[in-house]
C-alpha cells in the first residue's frame, strides 16, 4: 500500500500543528504552512477549508490513506451513539496506534513498520496488520526474540518519561501491554474536531 515518504513536518506545517503519530519534533520551527510564499501568504478560511484540515490531520496523525479513512468514517457513521465519538474510537484502537501509546515505538509510523515486520502479537498471537482493533481484554506484547532487540531497548528508554493513558496497562520489563478500557476522547493526544470531519464527509458517502 502506498505511503507518504516525504518530509514530515512539512504535513505538520500544512495543518498548522505537530503531529506526534508523525514526528518527534516537538514544535514547529517554521510555525507557517510549507512553500516559496508560506510566511507571507494569508490564506481566507472557510467552513470548507476549516473541514479538510481537520479531515488532514487525523489522517496524518493515524497514517491512514483516503479511501481506508472513509471506511472508518462510514462504519463510525453506522454504528450507534455519536459518529465523531465513534471514529475516534475506531483509530485510537488501531494495533500501530497501541503499540505507540505503549511506548514501543516512537511514532505511528514507526508502530507500523513494528506490526508489519512480525514483531506483534495480540493474544500470544502474531498480528502484522497495522488496522488491527484492539478491543478490551486484548493483551499486546512483543515476540521474545523482538523484545531483545536493541532498538526496542533505545526506544522503551527514550518513551519512557511520556505520558501513559488511563486504559492501557504496560509492563516494560516485560513489553507487555493490555486494554484495560476503552479509549477516551480526552486522550487524543493532538487538538482534534472529529464532528468537522464528519461534517466533511456528510455530503460525499
Same mark, same amino acid.
Given at each position: 500500500?502506498?505511503?507518504?515518504?516525504?518530509?514530515? !513536518?512539512?504535513?505538520?506545517?500544512?495543518?498548522?500543528?505537530?503531529?506526534?503519530?508523525?514526528?518527534?519534533?516537538?514544535?514547529?520551527?517554521?510555525? *507557517?504552512?510549507?512553500?516559496?510564499?508560506?510566511?507571507?501568504?494569508?490564506?481566507?478560511? $472557510?467552513? %470548507?477549508?476549516?473541514?479538510?484540515?481537520?479531515?488532514?490531520?487525523? #489522517? %496524518?496523525?493515524?497514517?491512514?490513506?483516503?479511501?481506508?479513512?472513509?471506511?472508518?468514517?462510514?462504519?463510525?457513521?453506522?454504528?450507534?451513539?455519536?459518529?465523531?465519538?465513534?471514529?475516534?474510537? !475506531?483509530?485510537?484502537?488501531?494495533?500501530?496506534?497501541?503499540?505507540? #501509546?505503549?511506548?514501543?515505538?516512537?511514532?505511528?509510523?514507526?508502530?507500523?513498520?513494528?506490526?508489519?515486520?512480525?514483531?506483534?502479537?495480540?493474544?500470544?498471537?502474531?498480528?502484522?496488520?497495522?488496522? *488491527?482493533?484492539?478491543?478490551?481484554?486484548?493483551?499486546?506484547?512483543? #515476540?521474545?526474540?523482538?523484545?531483545?532487540?536493541? %532498538?526496542?531497548?533505545?526506544?522503551?528508554?527514550?518513551? $519512557?518519561?511520556?505520558?501513559?493513558?488511563?486504559?492501557?496497562? *504496560?509492563?516494560?520489563?516485560?513489553?507487555?501491554?493490555?486494554?484495560? $478500557?476503552?479509549?477516551?476522547? $480526552?486522550?487524543?493526544?493532538?487538538?482534534?474536531?472529529?464532528?468537522?470531519?464528519?461534517?466533511?464527509?456528510?455530503?460525499?458517502?
Amino acid at each position: 500500500m502506498a505511503r507518504y515518504r516525504g518530509p514530515r !513536518l512539512r504535513k505538520c506545517r500544512a495543518v498548522g500543528t505537530v503531529l506526534p503519530g508523525l514526528t518527534t519534533a516537538p514544535t514547529l520551527t517554521r510555525p *507557517f504552512p510549507p512553500g516559496e510564499h508560506g510566511a507571507k501568504r494569508k490564506a481566507k478560511s $472557510s467552513d %470548507f477549508k476549516t473541514r479538510m484540515l481537520e479531515k488532514q490531520k487525523a #489522517r %496524518f496523525h493515524y497514517g491512514i490513506l483516503e479511501r481506508q479513512f472513509q471506511r472508518y468514517v462510514r462504519e463510525a457513521s453506522r454504528r450507534k451513539g455519536p459518529a465523531g465519538a465513534n471514529l475516534v474510537n !475506531l483509530l485510537e484502537r488501531r494495533l500501530d496506534n497501541i503499540v505507540w #501509546r505503549l511506548g514501543l515505538a516512537r511514532t505511528i509510523t514507526a508502530a507500523r513498520q513494528v506490526v508489519v515486520h512480525g514483531h506483534v502479537l495480540v493474544n500470544g498471537k502474531r498480528v502484522d496488520r497495522p488496522s *488491527f482493533s484492539v478491543d478490551v481484554g486484548d493483551v499486546v506484547s512483543l #515476540r521474545e526474540k523482538s523484545a531483545s532487540k536493541p %532498538f526496542i531497548a533505545s526506544t522503551l528508554e527514550y518513551t $519512557s518519561q511520556q505520558p501513559r493513558v488511563a486504559w492501557l496497562e *504496560f509492563d516494560p520489563a516485560k513489553c507487555v501491554g493490555k486494554m484495560t $478500557s476503552m479509549p477516551e476522547r $480526552s486522550d487524543v493526544p493532538i487538538p482534534l474536531n472529529e464532528n468537522a470531519i464528519i461534517e466533511y464527509y456528510s455530503q460525499m458517502l
